[in-house]
């Protein structure tokens, strides 16, 4: 998480923490749910379900649970689907070829 960088458009340093997350149930952890929170990036991460078994069996004292937008979190199949397509490429999969992603891309793109 410490590594992420999100290119700026224009000239200057990129920024360095993006201004919302979506992530996957593996990053569904209390520490990183902080983690986030204290630097101000917003979360779409859906919950487990023992994390929400645990909640609802602690009642009251659980609080809230956290914030989920089912829209947002659904325009993350596109990346999904994309690398998926990426990977369909032989030569993607077995290994790392900055030009052959970037001809992949584009003859997926037409």
Known sequence: MAAI??????????RVW?????A????????????LRRRGIGAT????????????RKGRRAGHPPVFDMH??????VVECCFNRLKQWRGIATRYCKAAVTLAALLMWQ
């Open 72 to 77: 947002v979190y659904r325009l993350r199949n």
């Open 45 to 56: 991460i859906p919950e487990r379900a023992d994390q929400i078994r645990n909640r609802l």
């Open 5 to 14: 960088r999100v290119p700026r458009l224009g000239p200057g340093r990129p």
């Open 24 to 35: 996957d149930k593996g990053y569904s952890t209390r520490a990183i749910r902080a983690w």
């Open 18 to 22: 993006p201004g919302h997350l979506v």
